[in-house]
Nanobody, 126 residues
Framework: QVQLVESGGGLVQAGGSLGLSCAASSSTFTLSNYAMGWFRQAPGKERELVGAITNNGDSTYYADSVKGRIAISRQNAQSTLYLQLKSLKPEDTAVYYC?????????????????WGQGTQVTVAS
């Protein structure tokens, strides 16, 4: 079992920035062996992978929709995943989820991820 708890969401003005955290814990898996990712889902839309990071943080993937505005990092010692998003737009409004990958490497598709947090709401006001 893996527990993922996201935090840091809220209401942000367009043009601003936000930082999200994901605290991960597991009594079964060594999370530092796995890639992790951030997804988001806006009302009426499919869940979208916005970015991911390899197990040791040496490589990242970012979706075109956020490229240039996003940074994902992780602190394995604290079992924490981070997302920084700047120059926010109203279309960034969504519930943001962190997830654990099936391997150390990034495969930028939803089926590669198997454990999910409950999500944190981000609302960008225009």
């Amino acid at each position: 079992q893996v527990q993922l708890v996201e935090s840091g969401g809220g209401l942000v003005q367009a043009g601003g920035s936000l930082g999200l955290s994901c605290a991960a814990s597991s009594s079964t898996f060594t999370l530092s062996n796995y890639a992790m990712g951030w997804f988001r889902q806006a009302p009426g839309k499919e869940r979208e992978l916005v970015g991911a990071i390899t197990n040791n943080g040496d490589s990242t993937y970012y979706a075109d929709s956020v490229k240039g505005r996003i940074a994902i990092s992780r602190q394995n010692a604290q079992s924490t995943l981070y997302l920084q998003l700047k120059s926010l737009k109203p279309e960034d409004t969504a519930v943001y989820y962190c997830a654990v990958g099936r391997s150390a490497f990034i495969e930028p598709k939803e089926s590669h991820f198997w454990a999910w947090g409950q999500g944190t709401q981000v609302t960008v006001a225009s």
